[in-house]
């Protein structure tokens, strides 16, 4: 069994900023592309942001300009960066590796106030 370990989530105002962390195992780490979903309560799981295992990003149109994907691999992890957050924003944040077969996270909430 795959485990991605995420952390980082919490409660913070609007405007405000958050990290996410995800640490995977190293022989998923460097060939899968990895990402971020997110979901709201009583919406859909969506893509928010993933790089790919040569470092090219992609992002939903609605966090452009305010999150970054990054990753490290000398520690096998994956972070996001979300700056300028917004209520809209609140979900729980998932951490998922993705090539032929997909792995998840176990999720983070993320709250962020008015």
Same mark, same amino acid.
């Not at 995420?6 to 913070?12: D, M, N, P, T």
């Not at 040569?54 to 992002?59: A, D, I, M, P, V």
């Given at each position: 069994? =795959?485990? !991605?370990?995420?952390?980082?989530?919490? !409660? =913070?105002?609007?405007?405000?900023? !958050?990290? !996410?962390?995800?640490?995977?195992?190293?022989?998923?780490?460097?060939?899968?592309?990895?990402? @971020?979903?997110?979901?709201?309560?009583?919406?859909?799981?969506?893509? =928010?942001?993933?790089?790919?295992?040569?470092?090219?990003?992609?992002?939903?149109?609605?966090?452009?300009?305010?999150?970054?994907?990054?990753?490290?691999?000398?520690?096998?992890?994956?972070?996001?960066?979300?700056?300028?957050?917004?209520?809209?924003?609140?979900?729980?944040?998932?951490?998922?590796?993705?090539?032929?077969?997909?792995? @998840?996270?176990?999720?983070?909430?993320?709250?962020?106030?008015?």
């Amino acid at each position: 069994q =795959v485990q !991605l370990v995420e952390s980082g989530g919490g !409660l =913070v105002q609007a405007g405000g900023s !958050l990290r !996410l962390s995800c640490a995977a195992p190293r022989n998923i780490f460097s060939i899968y592309t990895m990402g @971020w979903y997110r979901q709201a309560p009583g919406k859909v799981r969506e893509l =928010v942001a993933d790089i790919s295992s040569g470092g090219s990003t992609r992002y939903v149109d609605s966090v452009k300009g305010r999150f970054t994907i990054s990753r490290d691999s000398a520690k096998n992890t994956v972070y996001l960066q979300m700056n300028s957050l917004k209520p809209e924003d609140t979900a729980v944040y998932y951490c998922n590796a993705r090539r032929d077969v997909l792995f @998840w996270g176990q999720g983070t909430q993320v709250t962020v106030s008015s």
